[in-house]
């Protein structure tokens, strides 16, 4: 025994085997190798995620200010530009999903996430720091402001684009990148617990994270300025950073894995080039996977099936798969498609609730123009009223899993629980009348804007509390949880385990189309309703514009939208139901299926 631990030990200067007391200089270094994953990956992994929150939830809420204030900007365009970066942020998450899975691994990919935010926020802090960064200061000689130059345009889209590429790494992988710490095989009695309380305080962590954007960051940007409330949001991106890649010996780095994207391409070629081969009359002629998949596609979406039909003995190998993956697919590929294309419409009914919180500039500048005092001393930051949606959709989730549900399955006698696709609808309807309510609130607020004579000055503050704010935005709180939650598990329960990164993807998607749509819809809005003698409705004299108008056609949009979600539900069909945390369970124990 002591001859084979001898070939493992360290060899000297000279090549031969060291003595005791030469052994101890090197006691640091293990000879066996270090064991990876597990609960001290978990603090690193969170703390990357929860500061990436901070630091980008962090800027959005006073962008409006910055990008009127210093780049002169009116509310229509500050608004595009701010729906153009959330749609880069929201998509491209989705192309951080198919670099890891297919190229670089997710903490590589993780790694350069967290590297192009910090460079975005660094980039953005000095556009804050160097005064030619930014257009210089009207004077007050009556000489026209200077606009924006290219240069200064360009620096600053750069900043927004390198946060969402940073936003597109980081995303996408840190949940599944942390549940991969705990994949050590089957043997673990306890890895489904563990991973249960890695889940919860996850989700905790992002939702604290955004409530401290929201308070924290936001103040400092009110109180210390710009140069302060874009450089801490520098600083924490570089901790995020720092602490994810301490923590690098110790990660389990699981390798590069094919994705699932590939293959919905290889079955729609497939299918084109057979589309004029005959359907077959034996159920053997189908390719398949050797195991316990579907033998036989399904009639639905018939012309997908002629992707797997067997043309010629030759095409299938020895041990059971495609000799050409692009003539010939399996049943199981065929399959996963038509599920994605049938889910498609219902999850573009939930494009309209997006749209409908993608507002952020409009709410900021009402609240900027109300009464925010809590008390003589101290007023509620205006960027920071979007905390109370959080809290909203934080408590409504609390209340509805632990105290309406057990409530009423206890006076049912048997368990009760709202399926994913009437959550969704109930969503839909909720925010609905968010948009009714946002628009009575600036219908009274305008009205006393002009009863008081501020009609010509949108800095005057109007005797109104700004907290009536509060009820739309928990009413857009309630109406998140039913609708990203219900479309979640949706998600989850209509799609195959092995689309599960797709599951997770289409959330993401669908605010990234919502936010294109957006500005489609402002800018529409802005040309049609303008003319010679009439304001814009969304003018960025906010009490000249007519807000509640626009807020009151997004409401009935979003109610042609509901009627539409109904007609979706009856073309559907019937609904699984599949608890969200178990299937996230079962997918942890089987890493290609990890989202």
């Not at 001898?6 to 090549?15: C, I, K, Q, V």
């Not at 990876?36 to 929150?53: D, H, Q, R, V």
């Not at 009536?468 to 309630?478: A, E, F, Q, R």
Request: charged fraction near 15%; glycine fraction near 6%.
């Amino acid at each position: 025994m002591e001859q084979e631990m001898a070939e493992f030990l360290p060899l000297n200067r000279r090549g031969s085997k060291m003595e005791d007391s030469e052994r101890q200089t090197f006691s640091l270094i293990p000879i066996k190798s270090r064991k990876k994953g597990g609960l001290i990956t978990m603090p690193f992994i969170i703390a990357n995620e929860a500061l990436e929150n901070v630091a980008s939830y962090g800027l959005l809420p006073n962008m409006t200010f910055y990008l009127m204030r210093e780049y002169r900007m009116n509310v229509t365009t500050t608004q595009n530009l701010l729906f153009f970066w959330s749609a880069a942020t929201n998509f491209l998450p989705i192309v951080g999903a198919v670099v890891a899975d297919s190229y670089l691994g997710r903490f590589l990919t993780i790694g350069l996430g967290s590297i192009f935010s910090f460079l975005g926020t660094v980039v953005l802090w000095l556009t804050a720091m160097i005064p030619k960064a930014r257009p210089p200061p009207c004077n007050q000689s009556g000489q026209a402001c200077k606009s924006t130059t290219t240069s200064q345009y360009m620096l600053l889209v750069f900043s927004f684009l390198l946060m969402s590429i940073g936003a597109g790494g980081i995303r996408p992988c840190s949940l599944a990148f942390g549940a991969n710490q705990f994949d050590k095989g089957n043997h673990n009695p306890n890895k489904h617990t563990v991973l249960e309380s890695f889940f919860a305080w996850y989700y905790t962590s992002s939702i604290v994270s955004v409530l401290i954007a929201l308070t924290g960051i936001v103040y400092l940007q009110d109180r210390l300025g710009w140069k302060i409330g874009f450089g801490v949001p520098a600083i924490l991106m570089f901790l995020s950073a720092l602490f994810f890649f301490l923590a690098s010996p110790f990660y389990i780095k699981p390798k590069v894995r094919s994705n699932v994207f590939a293959s919905f391409i290889q079955v729609l070629v497939v299918a084109c080039k057979n589309r004029k081969l005959r359907y077959p009359n034996q159920n053997s002629d189908y390719h398949h996977k050797n195991g316990s998949g579907p033998q036989v596609p399904t009639e639905k979406l018939r012309f997908l099936n002629k992707a797997c039909i067997i043309i010629s003995p030759e095409d299938v190998k020895l041990n059971g798969g495609a000799a050409n993956p692009w003539k010939l697919c399996t049943v199981e590929q065929v399959e996963e498609l038509k599920a994605l294309i049938r889910v498609m419409p219902l999850w573009s009914t939930g494009i309209m609730i997006s749209i409908n919180l993608s507002q952020s500039s409009f709410p900021l500048l009402q609240a900027q123009s109300m009464n925010r005092h809590l008390t003589k001393g101290f007023q509620i930051p205006a960027g920071s009223f979007g905390m109370f949606m959080m809290i909203a959709l934080t408590i409504w989730v609390f209340l509805y899993d632990r105290v309406m549900l057990p409530l009423a399955s206890k006076i049912k006698g048997r368990p009760v629980r709202l399926k994913p696709i009437v959550r969704m609808g109930i969503g839909i309807f909720v925010s609905c009348i968010s948009m009714v309510v946002s628009g009575i609130v600036e219908h009274v607020r305008r009205r006393r804007a002009i009863n008081e004579g501020l009609l010509n000055n949108s800095h005057g503050l109007v005797e109104m509390s700004a907290l009536w704010l509060v009820i739309p935005n928990s009413l857009n709180g309630i109406a998140e949880a039913f609708s990203a939650i219900g479309s979640t598990e949706f998600y989850y329960s209509e799609l195959p385990k092995s689309m599960s990164s797709i599951a997770s993807a289409l959330l993401g998607l669908g605010m990234a189309v919502a936010s294109l749509l957006a500005s489609v819809i402002l800018s529409a809005v802005d040309k049609y309703t303008k003319g010679e003698r009439t304001e814009s409705w969304v003018s960025s004299n906010i009490n000249k514009g007519h807000y509640e108008y626009y807020y009151w056609l997004l409401a009935l949009m979003t109610g042609f939208n509901l009627l539409y979600f109904v007609a979706c539900c009856w073309q559907y069909g019937p609904s699984a139901d599949v608890d969200i945390t178990k299937r996230m369970m079962e997918l942890s124990d089987d890493d290609d299926h990890l989202p």
